[in-house]
């Protein structure tokens, strides 16, 4: 009879600890890392690299790309919205849903697209007696100096209105050129990759100053990018390639080695 009795209670005991064993042993769960939110365009999406998620979007965006790199590199939970062909207006339109007031980080690319960079470098590459490359640069330069920094300051502005507390820092964009052409295809001078270095040069001030007007960083690839732009013998950014979509953007080297190690101490 004690035996009986001593075997239900035995019994009832583990039923009644199994929970709590379990709970014990079960491993615990792996926290979310900070909110990060990619914005911007083809180059933070990661056009240049060559491979793409499939998404069901257009956007190109890459597993090689430098919000990938650093999601990874620091355990944050990534919002990959950066989409190939970006402005300001869709960036606002389509990419500012992403952040909110638990959003701790935000890197954005943008304005290249406004200024139709794509489209210079298009005329400048042509032939000299069919291109107007100084017309082209000349409009370019004009936007930039005069209705850009406007835009600047209403994307600025609404991404602090969603993303209240965030890091936010604003990525520049590399000189594409170091002054001889090696492309079969393309007919760059001197003076002309010189005046489209400018032109980057001129887009990254306006977009240091409206980011500092916002109190948000700046991270300036020029120096990083140095010895490594088109035809240099390391190259970080593609020349005239095949899909013509890849051209004149980092491919996996210029996120990896480029972008990557100038956004990460800025990032924290």
């Not at 990938?68 to 849903?97: D, E, R, W």
């Not at 290249?112 to 017309?135: H, L, M, R, Y």
């Not at 082209?136 to 602090?160: C, E, H, K, M, W």
């Not at 965030?166 to 001889?180: D, L, Q």
């Amino acid at each position: 009879m004690l035996t009986r009795r001593l075997v239900g209670a035995v019994a009832g005991l583990v039923v009644a600890l199994a929970p709590a064993v379990a709970l014990a042993t079960a491993p615990p769960s792996q926290a979310a890392g900070p909110s990060y939110v990619a914005l911007g365009d083809s180059y933070s999406s990661g056009v240049g690299t060559r491979t793409y998620i499939s998404d069901g979007t257009s956007c190109q965006r890459s597993n090689a790309a430098f919000p990938k790199l650093l999601a990874a590199q620091k355990g944050y939970t990534l919002n990959f919205k950066a989409c190939s062909g970006a402005t300001t207006t869709t960036v606002t339109n389509t990419q500012l849903s992403a952040l909110s007031s638990t959003t701790r980080y935000v890197t954005l690319s943008v304005g290249g697209n406004d200024a139709g960079f794509a489209n210079v470098i298009t005329e400048c590459a042509k032939p000299g007696w069919s291109s107007n490359c100084n017309g082209a640069v000349d409009t370019a330069q004009s936007f930039i100096n005069n209705t850009l920094p406007g835009r600047l300051s209403t994307l600025f502005s609404s991404i602090r209105s969603r993303a209240t507390t965030a890091k936010v820092v604003i990525v520049g964009y590399p000189r594409i050129f170091n002054g001889e052409d090696c492309n079969a295809g393309t007919f760059f001078s001197p003076d002309e990759e010189t005046r489209l270095n400018a032109t980057a040069d001129l887009l990254n001030s306006k977009l240091s100053s409206a980011a500092a007007a916002r109190g948000y960083s700046f991270a300036n690839p020029t120096t990083r990018f140095i010895g490594h732009a088109v035809c240099d013998d390391t190259e970080w950014i593609n020349g005239l390639s095949n899909p013509v979509s890849e051209s004149y953007h980092p491919n996996t080297t210029g996120h990896a080695s480029g972008y990557t190690p100038l956004l990460s101490p800025l990032l924290v």
